[in-house]
């Protein structure tokens, strides 16, 4: 999949997930805060959603982070490592270690379930394409549910229709928050 239905799926992804972050972590703090709020974990779905791409050069991600690119990502098969359920281990470890040493702050909670939450939505983006990906790292199996190419027309209208789904979810999701 390409950088923009990545990104869509993480703002997707984040939207779904919004009603069960909003009820039981934001609702005590003032509106002014909460918005603030609601932005860095919107934020940090999207840079989520980007992020398992480390492992290949010329990427959106790699680019922006070459000295991280360099140390991780050359050493790395493309859909191996940063695309399994490891991974989403990992970074939830660190999301907890982060939450353990930041006395449970609020912020670092948004920007933590954010990342989480896109990462999990590249690689279930991944799963609907050709090439899969290794979930099971490190085991090499790929896993592929359907067999859609990348930059394909098909994928292409994928995006677009993320689009809608996109707009039908925040409208929705204002509607609720009224």
Avoid at 22 to 41: C, E, H, V, W
Avoid at 51 to 71: A, H, L, Q, T, V
Avoid at 102 to 130: A, E, M, P, Q
Avoid at 159 to 171: A, D, R, T, V
Wanted: aromatic share 16%.
């Amino acid at each position: 999949m390409t950088k923009e239905t990545h990104a869509k799926g993480g703002y997707i992804s984040a939207l779904i997930a919004l009603p069960f972050i909003y009820q039981n972590y934001l609702l005590k703090y003032n509106i002014y805060y909460r918005i603030i709020l609601l932005f860095i974990y919107v934020y940090f779905s999207y840079f989520g959603s980007l992020i398992p791409d480390i492992d290949m050069r010329g990427s959106y991600i790699s680019k922006r982070f070459p000295i991280i690119y360099k140390k991780l990502g050359e050493n790395l098969r493309h859909r191996g490592f940063t695309h399994s359920i490891v991974f989403i281990g990992i970074l939830s470890f660190l999301g907890k270690l982060l939450m353990e040493y930041s006395d449970n702050n609020i912020v670092f909670y948004c920007l933590s379930s954010g990342l989480i939450i896109g990462s999990i939505s590249h690689i279930c983006l991944d799963l609907i394409t050709k090439e899969g990906v290794e979930l099971l790292y490190p085991i090499t199996i790929n896993f592929s549910i359907l067999s859609i190419r990348t930059s394909s027309k098909l994928e292409k209208t994928i995006c677009k229709s993320l689009n809608f789904i996109i707009i039908f979810l925040l409208g929705y999701r204002f509607y609720l928050l009224m």
